[in-house]
């Protein structure tokens, strides 16, 4: 008797979009199974960033546990930032919990590189080189034969046309499909984790296109959530009888409507000092109470932990109770930016919370929270990107089940 369980994973897509395209018939296959099983929208991590998410997800575990709160982070005693990858995850992912389980894992953003594992394991994003996203290293001629892509090259969306970047889309979705079909029959594994990306890709540069029917490529929008329809069916139409069929994503998307530049408002309500000279957070100076890493992580520069760390154990709560004041007073055009204040010991727990930063802003819908360090102004217009990530993520299991209030942390306890 096997007990399979195969997870698909589209990152970036959001509950609301898959909700509506199966209700219209785009995603036909979806709908069906939605109707019978259980579908809900789920909480993406915090922040709802794919290397947090996915961490969550493989792990089981909050940041406080696996560490990751983001794609970047300030190395200790310095100001330089670092990006960590899989090696800094400080929790086992499933797949190393029950070794003697076979697993194929495909496209995990944030698994790279990839470690020996019992099966085979190509990562994600962000994977700078093929050999190394690869374990065992003797699938990597079956993966240049199929002319395996890590990801798109979104460069293209801004030098070339619309027309050739969904051209890429469908051909880079087409190479994934062909690699799920290929290692489902090659192996016999227990465990089938298979993530596509290009969901999030469309969502960030293209979101717009969805919003507006009448755009000229709304057509080709919606032709490649059918594209995923089918790989959808496909999946379901091998299923064993007893196989349970997970398919979920990291995190949502929407509109961007206002970039903000949380640095720049810190700067301005007198909490970060800059220097003229050096270069991004190293401009910082001993006057400086606070900063922001992207998303909306907000640290306050301890003494004794940064470089010109100001703020003492004794005035640590008094400058978050100020802090957590000005956020909540931060507006465009009447709108509140913010939507919700946590601090690190509300939402996190765990031998990694010394990393966590001490608050965490959640912004209201179509606000970008930027952290860029120097900018003039604190709204600025975005003129690259079209969509951003929000909360709402989604889940589907073939199961009639009761998920409460799902979670990225309880996604590996469906698994059996
Ligand atoms: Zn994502």
Redesign the pocket.
Known sequence: MTNRNIILGL??VPFELIDNLSNKGIMPNFNELKKDYTFKSMRSSIPH??SV??SSIITGKNPGEHGIYGFSEIIENTYSLRFPNFNALKSKPFWHKEPEKRYVIINV?FTYPARELNGIHIAGFVALDLEKAVYPKKILPILKRLNYEIDIDTKIAQQQSIDIFFDELIRILNIRKKTFELFWNKLNWDNFLGVI?GS?RIGHFLWHIYEDDTNQYHHRFLEFFREIDNIIGDINNRLKEDDKFIIL???GMEQIKQNVNLNTYLEREGYLRLSENLKKYNRIIKASKAFVLEPGRVYLNKKGKFPNGSVDKESEIEVIDELKIIFDDLKFNKQKIIKYIYEKKDVYTGKMLNRAPDLILIENKGFNLKSSIGKIEIFEEENKFSGK?NENAFIFVNRDIDLRIPTVENIIGLLR
Request: charge should be negative; aromatic fraction near 8%; proline fraction near 8%.
């Open positions: 990152d970036g960033i794919s998410s996915w953003p990306t999030d994503s990291d995190h990530h």
